[in-house]
């Protein structure tokens, strides 16, 4: 199939895939926590309300900014999975992620801009892992587009161990959980009211959800690259690990930004780092 | 009118106006004359590269076969004496040292006669990275100037004490671009370095214009590590004047260098590090941001600098493969990354635009060193793009800080409503700087491909500094776009700020950004039409695609260059929008930027951006880089004299 | 510690930089009539003075420029004023006219607090 078709069916499909997930997390969690919980579809149903919402509006800016956050991440996905190449698609995540920092910051009020500086360090934190997972991946393949990289003989995942196990970290961030939801989060008594969406309502939230999950269905493709040679292990692979990180949700409290930047560093220095540098010493 | 007429011409012009503006005093008639010559520079600039047509270089002599050795002498002589003058007038010391050790070399080397005859049809190499260079300092550069009459107008009424000598200032600015354009269009390697010398006494002369005591320290810094790298060329001149077509720089750099050529290519490596103000020397550039900023903007982003990392990219063929080679490519990374650490924790929006700068120039730097077509690629598209984008970026600052008086990005709250347009122009410029795909990115993402194809530890080393600089690039950017992004309800004073903006500084600040949008939306034009056509040819090397963009790509590339200014229009057209009140705990805001207080009152809110005290230590980041390259410096120099 | 003199005489913007001034911990005295003004710095001597260009109507700032920098040529002045294209007009007829009035620093309003603040700062001498 031409690859351009499965770019169009990302951006179709992944935010099904997402809010499902996101519905599939909630009432997980809710059992966790000795609750029944809501109904599977219940993101599907908040989104639709949403939209119905009346949509206070700070700063206009912020609207425009959340579309184009929604769309690259959309695009993101697409420009992956139609076979651009990964360096390029790393690039366009960040700037993806950073739409939405800018449209929380807009507000120029304390909760969504000390909501917008975090999630910045929370992009300083994860960025270089992303980059660093994409350059290695086309070191190990020697090639650079998706579909290449899935049609490789090259058994990625085996040959980047530190990779996947840094990817687990920083996925902790991007899925925003404990111990790394530190600049937006579900739960109600955040010390940041509602941290970056704290002055979006109506329509806003609904495009900063949407976005989200978009974001969900990119890291889960991103683990299929990982585990290149079969995409529905790499689909539970993500799966298994998205279950993990519910549990550890679940279980740990919000650390200080201060500690997400140097941990998250540290592990993508010595993790991946420690694998690119073998790759490349190993003379691929 | 033929190649060589419009190159003479080009060197000519600015040096005459220069000259001409030191004896104009009235003020209408120099701002007009500073309109006229900078347009006619720029006419003539445009000239000269259509006249170039499609060769890979053209080489050609001064008329009548001329040998440049006497004049060149004398000029030398000349510039000695007066930097030993105003040395000593403000008695410094280590700057005439320098000047005279370097004046001595040049007169042993002609008295003993040792200076080999050069071939006259060769002083003069103008090829596609000229062509470059030409539009960077041609276009870009009488912009800077022309907005430099409404900048300066503005500066000097906002400070009625500081004794004003624009005379003097205009006409160092033509004349430092008369030295730019010399510059990048000499083979012959002693005129090379004249022309080096008198950007270095521009560069002087312009950043302690204010003549206080602090800007005259700095002044005789950059004065003092740019002599210390012209120290170091006429050094590599020694050395090469025993090769034969050593002082040929097209010859000498051919190829990679055999090992009796390796020492002068490392001396000369060494002048182009301290030019370009790598680390160890990177103080020297951020002192000259205490200069008004259009001085900033054409030493600092567009010109002079690049002057040091034009000779790199020059000298890259010779570089390739060698230890010398990898130890300039780490010397330029680590600066990258120190750099970009240092710039983080910044909070003077010049000095964050100083720090990018030098890393941005290491990164060129990097790619210099390591030496192949795709890095050569790379390279001269940051040439390009960040001339554009930081030199908007500069000339944008420089309005605003006339205008709300501060530097400090802190204080640049809420810019959007208290400078709509300006603001879309800012927005302009920092998104050439840091969001895919505008020019700098696109060089960033073909670094690291780049880079991957380099074997051992080497490569792997710059896979992570280009994987943690750039996250820290997108850090800083990314702080101040929230500042400038963030509105409020101005008051009715606010509203007439933006009124008082010069048309100086509309018309060179607009077209800049438009230059910065055409850019990155031609950057497939430019890339097979000069660059990489540059990048094949000077390294002999086979046609390869540099830049795989598909249709998509194109798509997902144009949207973000329109991405940022659409939604900042969008935002200045609609301003009867219902403005809510932001959230502060139940307590609603009233116009001004404050909130209900605790026990009533009001407080005014001030939003303080992350500067990652406790994570980063910003001095220490900075004297770490100076170390760090510092070390790595005295191995590369070594390595040239000793590796054989 | 400094003593701080502001002349000018729009209450509101004596209010709000008053305020700001004295959050750096240094205390301001506000007059709003040029003859006030001198009779201030003669009598109490500040350690700097701000002072907007159009008292009661007229340009009687710039008259306080002269006279004070005339008798105290190192006491540093700012002149923060809200004067308009008039003022540009009447007073720069020769733009390269140095020196123009004896101030250090010629501010526009608006000025934001934290720059006047930051501007004040830098202006006072050093005290040990």
Redesign the interface.
């Known amino acids: 199939m031409n690859p351009a078709v499965y770019g169009i069916l990302f951006v179709v499909f992944a935010p099904v895939f997402g809010g499902l997930l996101a519905g599939v997390d909630r009432r997980v969690s809710a059992r966790m926590q000795g609750r029944v919980g809501p109904p599977l579809l219940q993101p599907f149903y908040d989104v639709g309300k949403l939209f119905q919402k009346t949509t206070r509006q700070i700063n206009p800016i912020a609207e425009p900014l959340l579309l184009a956050h929604v769309g690259y991440m959309a695009a993101c996905g697409a420009l992956l999975l139609g076979g651009t190449d990964l360096i390029f698609t790393a690039f366009i995540f960040a700037l993806a992620a950073l739409l939405l920092i800018l449209a929380a910051g807009s507000a120029n009020s304390p909760f969504s801009f000390t909501g917008a500086e975090r999630e910045l360090v929370v992009l300083l934190a994860s960025e270089p892992f992303f980059i660093l997972m994409m350059a290695a991946v086309c070191k190990v393949t020697g090639v650079s587009s998706f579909g290449a990289v899935l049609a490789s003989t090259q058994l990625v995942a085996v040959q980047l161990p530190g990779v996947v196990l840094a990817f687990l970290l920083v996925a902790t961030i991007k899925l925003r959980k404990s111990p790394f939801d530190i600049s937006i989060s579900h739960h109600p008594h955040q010390e940041l009211v509602s941290g970056l969406t704290s002055d979006m309502s109506g329509r806003l939230l609904a495009y900063v959800e949407l976005g989200h999950w978009y974001e969900s269905a990119l890291l889960c493709t991103f683990m299929v690259l990982l585990f290149n040679w079969s995409v529905p292990l790499g689909i539970a692979a993500f799966l298994v690990a998205y279950a993990l990180e519910v549990l550890v949700d679940n279980a740990t409290s919000r650390i200080k930004w201060q500690l997400l930047l140097r941990s998250t560093w540290v592990a993508t220095f010595l993790l991946c780092g420690g694998n690119v540098l073998a790759l490349f010493l190993l003379g691929r | 009118m033929s190649l060589p007429s419009l190159v003479a011409a080009l060197v000519a012009l600015p040096a005459v106006v220069g000259a001409i503006l030191i004896l104009i005093t009235r003020t209408p008639l120099r701002n007009a004359l500073v309109v006229i010559g900078g347009v006619a520079i720029a006419i003539l600039a445009v000239a000269t590269v259509i006249s170039f047509g499609n060769t890979s270089g053209v080489f050609f002599g001064l008329p009548g076969g001329l040998a440049p050795g006497k004049a060149l002498i004398a000029v030398e002589i000349a510039l000695t004496i007066f930097v030993v003058v105003i040395s000593l007038m403000n008695r410094r010391f280590l700057a005439p040292l320098l000047a005279v050790a370097q004046l001595g070399i040049s007169l042993y080397l002609e008295i003993a006669g040792k200076m080999p005859e050069p071939d006259p049809s060769r002083l003069f190499w103008f090829d596609r990275l000229s062509l470059v260079m030409v539009l960077v300092v041609g276009l870009i550069g009488p912009l800077i100037c022309i907005n430099a009459i409404g900048y300066m107008r503005a500066y000097h009424r906002a400070s009625p004490m500081i004794v004003g000598r624009r005379t003097v200032f205009f006409s160092l600015l033509f004349v430092f671009l008369a030295g730019m354009f010399g510059l990048v269009v000499s083979n012959y390697l002693p005129m090379m370095l004249v022309f080096w010398e008198i950007t270095t006494i521009c560069s002087f002369l312009l950043i302690g214009y204010t003549r206080t005591d602090e800007t005259i320290g700095y002044a005789f810094r950059a004065l003092n590590m740019n002599l210390l790298g012209g120290l170091g060329f006429g050094l590599a001149i020694v050395l090469l004047s025993n090769q034969p077509n050593g002082l040929d720089l097209a010859k000498l750099t051919a190829g990679p260098a055999s090992a009796a050529l390796l020492p002068a290519i490392a001396l000369l490596a060494f002048a182009g590090i301290t030019k370009s103000a790598q680390m160890p020397f990177s103080s020297w550039l951020i002192g000259a941001m205490y200069a008004p900023s259009p001085t900033s903007a054409l030493l600092h982003s567009s010109t002079m600098v690049k002057a040091g990392v034009f000779l790199l990219l020059r000298l890259s063929p010779a570089m390739s493969g060698s230890t010398v080679g990898y130890l300039v490519a780490f010397v330029g990374m680590l600066t990258f990354l120190f750099a970009s650490l240092t710039a983080v924790t910044e909070q003077n929006t010049k000095k964050v635009l100083a720090y990018s700068t030098i890393g941005s120039l290491g990164l060129i730097v990097g790619c210099a060193g390591i030496g192949t077509p795709e890095l050569a690629w790379v390279g001269v598209m940051i040439i390009i793009f960040h001339a554009l984008a930081k030199g908007l970026l500069f000339l944008v600052i420089g309005t605003i800080e006339n205008r709300l008086y501060t530097k400090n990005m802190e204080n640049f709250d809420a810019l959007l409503s208290l400078m709509p347009r300006v603001s879309i122009l800012f927005m302009i410029g920092i998104a050439g700087m840091f969001i895919a795909p505008f020019g700098v990115v696109i060089a960033k993402w073909t670094a690291i491909r780049a880079f991957l194809e380099v074997p051992g530890a080497a490569g792997a080393a710059l896979i992570l500094i280009m994987a943690f600089g750039s996250s820290l690039t997108i850090f800083y950017w990314g702080k101040l776009l929230i500042k400038v992004l963030s509105a409020r309800r101005q008051t009715d004073y606010e509203r007439s700020i933006e009124s008082r903006v010069s048309r100086y500084e509309w018309i060179t600040e607009g077209a800049m950004a438009v230059g910065v949008l055409l850019a990155a939306g031609g950057v497939g034009v430019i890339s097979d039409q000069v660059v990489g056509p540059y990048a094949l040819s000077a390294f002999s090397a086979t046609p390869r695609v540099f830049l795989a963009l598909d249709p998509v790509m194109l798509i997902v590339m144009l949207s973000t260059v329109l991405l940022l200014p659409f939604v900042a229009l969008f935002s200045w057209l609609r301003p009867t929008y219902d403005h809510a009140d932001f959230y502060a705990s139940g307590r609603s805001a009233n116009v001004g930027h404050v909130m209900g207080a605790a026990l009533g009152g009001i407080k005014k809110v001030t939003l303080r951006n992350y500067y990652l005290d406790g994570v980063i230590d910003g001095a220490l980041m900075f004297r770490a880089g100076t170390v760090a390259c510092g070390a790595v410096l005295v191995a590369m120099v070594t390595a040239g004299m000793v590796v054989r | 510690m400094a003593h701080i003199l502001l002349v000018d005489d729009d209450p509101i913007a004596v209010a709000t930089n008053t305020e700001a001034i004295e959050t750096l911990g240094h205390s301001v005295t506000s007059t709003s009539t040029t003859a006030e003004a001198i009779k201030f710095v003669r009598t109490d001597t500040p350690d700097l003075v701000v002072m907007e260009a159009v008292l009661g109507g007229k340009f009687g700032g710039l008259d306080l420029a002269r006279a004070i920098a005339a008798d105290y040529p190192d006491l540093p002045l700012i002149m923060l004023t809200?004067a308009d294209q008039r003022l540009t007009n009447h007073e720069?007829a020769?733009?390269?006219r140095?020196?123009?009035?004896?101030?250090?620093?010629?501010?526009?309003?608006?000025?934001?607090t934290?720059?006047l603040v930051?501007?004040i700062d830098h202006l006072l001498p050093e005290a040990e």
Do not use: A, F, S, T
């Open positions: 809200q720069l020769n733009e390269d140095e020196g123009w009035i004896p101030v250090r620093r010629y501010l526009e309003k608006p000025v934001l934290d720059v930051d501007e």
